[in-house]
């Protein structure tokens, strides 16, 4: 049996139920949050730091908490290029790459307004600073010490916001075409004096044991008429050819040569 009256009684009951119900659901909602692993929630209670939460689910009060997260992944930042001039004052363009990651998120947020921002400008001024400091040959030959002391110093200075960088990284040094044009001569330049310097030393070499063996055939005559034969024999394999020896040539030596398979002939001249 329906009753008009008790039905719009009790409807009218529920609307309050249904809208406190409501609100308490967007109002759980609103409190629920979850963070990543990677990731870490600053939580400010009527601005008020009280903490840092996750990874996970936790609570907040809805309209009385808010809350920053903070990426703790390393974060690639690409320097641009800065136009800068060296110690030996040659004007170069340089750009790197810093790598960086927040250890303390409650300093990333609390002691810098934007931490990002921060390092890219720190990086290209300590960057331009360091490029200052050396020479060109030491930038182009010392990366690896000069990529060590611009992550010390950039380490060193965002330490107090909770930042770590783990290292930075020059990825280009542009020269001037004058200046390119002159190192390519230094090098052809030096490349000449090097060969220069290896033909002399095998040309002091090649003296040294020559000027030896020219001690050893004089105190052994017999040897170096050896030598005169087996020179004789390697010159007369060549066909049609004639060769003039001197006059101390005998017989017997002739007689050696034709056994050895020589195809020239070999007249002997007397003076």
């Given at each position: 049996?329906?009753?008009?009256?008790?039905?719009?009684?009790?409807?009218?009951?529920?609307i309050?139920?249904?809208?406190?119900?409501?609100?308490?659901?967007?109002?759980?909602?609103?409190?629920?949050?979850?963070?990543?692993?990677?990731?870490?929630?600053?939580?400010?209670?009527?601005?008020?730091?009280?903490?840092?939460?996750?990874p996970?689910?936790?609570?907040?009060?809805?309209?009385?908490?808010?809350?920053?997260?903070?990426?703790?992944?390393?974060?690639?930042?690409?320097?641009?290029?800065?136009?800068?001039?060296?110690?030996?004052?040659?004007?170069?363009?340089?750009?790197?790459?810093?790598?960086?990651?927040?250890?303390?998120?409650?300093?990333?947020?609390?002691?810098?307004?934007?931490?990002?921002?921060?390092?890219?400008?720190?990086?290209?001024?300590?960057?331009?600073?360091?490029?200052?400091q050396?020479?060109?040959?030491?930038?182009?030959?010392?990366?690896?010490?000069?990529?060590?002391?611009?992550?010390?110093?950039?380490?060193?200075?965002?330490?107090?916001?909770?930042?770590?960088?783990?290292?930075?990284?020059?990825?280009?040094?542009?020269?001037p075409?004058?200046?390119?044009?002159?190192?390519?001569?230094?090098?052809?330049?030096?490349?000449?004096?090097?060969?220069?310097?290896?033909e002399?030393?095998?040309?002091?070499?090649?003296?040294?044991?020559?000027?030896?063996?020219?001690?050893?055939?004089?105190?052994?005559?017999?040897?170096?008429?050896?030598?005169e034969?087996?020179?004789?024999?390697?010159?007369?394999?060549?066909?049609?050819?004639?060769?003039?020896?001197?006059?101390?040539?005998?017989?017997?030596?002739?007689?050696?040569?034709?056994?050895?398979?020589?195809?020239?002939?070999?007249?002997?001249?007397?003076?």
């Amino acid at each position: 049996m329906i009753i008009p009256g008790v039905n719009v009684l009790l409807g009218q009951a529920l609307i309050p139920v249904g809208v406190a119900l409501l609100i308490v659901l967007i109002l759980l909602s609103m409190s629920i949050k979850i963070v990543r692993e990677y990731e870490r929630a600053v939580i400010f209670r009527l601005g008020r730091l009280i903490g840092v939460k996750g990874p996970g689910l936790f609570l907040i009060i809805p309209f009385v908490d808010a809350l920053v997260k903070v990426d703790l992944r390393i974060v690639t930042v690409d320097i641009p290029e800065q136009r800068t001039i060296t110690k030996d004052n040659v004007t170069v363009g340089v750009d790197a790459v810093v790598y960086y990651k927040v250890f303390d998120p409650e300093k990333a947020v609390v002691r810098i307004e934007n931490y990002h921002y921060a390092v890219v400008m720190l990086a290209q001024t300590t960057l331009r600073d360091v490029i200052g400091q050396v020479e060109l040959d030491d930038l182009l030959t010392k990366r690896e010490e000069i990529n060590k002391k611009l992550q010390e110093i950039l380490d060193q200075l965002t330490d107090p916001w909770g930042i770590k960088v783990t290292a930075v990284t020059i990825k280009e040094v542009k020269l001037p075409e004058s200046m390119l044009r002159a190192m390519a001569k230094q090098a052809e330049a030096e490349r000449w004096r090097r060969a220069r310097i290896i033909e002399a030393e095998g040309e002091r070499q090649a003296a040294k044991i020559m000027a030896e063996a020219a001690e050893f055939y004089e105190k052994h005559p017999a040897a170096l008429r050896l030598r005169e034969l087996q020179t004789l024999i390697e010159v007369a394999k060549e066909k049609n050819l004639v060769v003039v020896t001197p006059l101390r040539m005998g017989a017997e030596d002739m007689i050696g040569l034709m056994a050895q398979g020589m195809q020239g002939r070999i007249l002997e001249q007397r003076e």
